[in-house]
Antibody
Framework: QITLKESGPTVVKPTQTLTLTCTFS??????????VGWIRQPPGKALEWLAL???????RYSPSLKSRLTVTKDTSKNQVVLTMTNMDPEDTATYYC?????????????WGQGTLVTVSS | QSVLTQPPSASGTPGQRVTISCSRS????????VSWYQQLSGTAPKLLIY???RRPSGVPDRFSGSRSGTSASLAISGLQSEDEADYYC???????????FGGGTKLTVL
């Protein structure tokens, strides 16, 4: 069974940069077709897709957040890292990483438990 | 404003069949496959339906998906109390070059 887990700070200050790490198991991001995405959910609100990185280092970003996001992978550690610059209180949300179903574009079949990030001074 | 519109709420009694709609307001996602996610209170979303009508292993066949034109639907038959959750549709928007989620539908089992 594929598992993923997010880690990172629970509180960041406005204007700071957020760095989140997704550590996964039971698949390799060096294998053809594999991908890991990031999705967030503000309290009481809908899901919002942020980014997706594939095995071949193809990266996709939400157009509205593209200038603030960077996603990278470390296949040796089975980790994906998301950085988001210039954090704002409106970025307060639960951040999820998820496995992209092999062969199906933007289909997230396994999710991490999520990590709540609060942006506050 | 999401390009995928869902009713904010839906309800049914145990045993009933309920459907949740997902309408695309943007033609750029007209042919893009739709996925559906179930989110129980306080938990991470779970993939219910992908590629419009396919179920991952382990998802009961009470859940089914369909697509017609610029709309998609999730149907739940034999409604159970444990189906009470938020449901989200999702699709790829070629014009935006990004994944979009619907606003979510809160399903209440009466």
């Amino acid at each position: 069974q594929i598992t993923l887990k997010e880690s990172g700070p629970t509180v960041v200050k406005p204007t700071q940069t957020l760095t989140l790490t997704c550590t996964f198991s039971k698949f390799s991001l060096s294998a053809s077709g594999e991908g890991v995405g990031w999705i967030r959910q503000p309290p009481g609100k809908a899901l919002e897709w942020l980014a997706l990185i594939f095995w071949d280092d193809d990266k996709r970003y939400s157009p509205s957040l593209k200038s603030r996001l960077t996603v990278t992978k470390d296949t040796s550690k089975n980790q994906v890292v998301l950085t988001m610059t210039n954090m704002d209180p409106e970025d307060t949300a639960t951040y999820y990483c998820a496995h992209n179903r092999n062969g199906f574009f933007f289909t997230f079949d396994f999710w991490g438990q999520g990590t709540l990030v609060t942006v506050s001074s | 404003q999401s390009v995928l519109t869902q009713p904010p709420s839906a309800s049914g009694t145990p045993g009933q069949r309920v459907t949740i709609s997902c309408s695309r307001s943007n033609s750029n996602i007209g042919s893009s496959p739709v996925s559906w996610y179930q989110q129980l209170s306080g938990t991470a979303p779970k993939l219910l339906i992908y590629s419009n009508d396919r179920r991952p292993s382990g998802v009961p066949d009470r859940f089914s998906g369909s697509r017609s034109g610029t709309s998609a639907s999730l149907a739940i038959s034999g409604l159970q109390s444990e189906d009470e959750a938020d449901y989200y549709c999702a699709a790829w928007d070629g014009g935006l070059s990004g994944q979009v989620f619907g606003g979510g539908t809160k399903l209440t089992v009466l």
